[in-house]
């Protein structure tokens, strides 16, 4: 069964971190780039960051760099989003999902339900 778990959302000040957790199964971790998308209320989701399979290589929405890092560990099926310096735009639903590595949401196949990151002013 497919499956990709996120866990580590909530309510944070801003200014705050936040480490965001997401848990697959090993079939769809397997040899799968992983990705960070989030929605805002009212917007469309948006890529956040994104690493490959041996996470040689990782790749961010511009305006994020510097305060997020994403990272995986296969051992443990487990990929990361650290968020740091957090602002109250980043408030949004953060999903991780699986598939080939890329900024566009149409090229991962597998999707998580989402955890809620909330940032007070």
């Known amino acids: 069964q497919v499956q990709l778990v996120e866990s580590g959302g909530g309510l944070v000040q801003a200014g705050g971190s936040l480490r965001l957790s997401c848990v697959a199964s090993?079939?769809?971790?397997?040899?799968?780039?992983m990705g960070w998308f989030r929605q805002a209320p009212g917007k469309e989701r948006e890529f956040v960051a994104g690493?490959?399979?041996?996470?040689?290589?990782?790749s961010y929405e511009e305006s994020l760099k510097g305060r997020f890092t994403i990272s995986r560990d296969n051992a443990k099926n487990t990929v990361y989003l650290q968020m740091n310096s957090l602002k109250p735009e980043d408030t949004a639903v953060y999903y991780c999902?699986?598939?080939?590595?890329?900024?566009?949401?149409?090229?991962?196949?597998?999707w998580g339900q989402g955890t809620q990151v909330t940032v007070s002013a």
């Open positions: 999902a699986a598939g080939a590595m890329s900024s566009e949401s149409r090229f991962y196949t597998f």
């Open positions: 090993s079939r769809t971790f397997s040899g799968s780039a």
């Open positions: 690493i490959s399979w041996s996470s040689s290589r990782t």
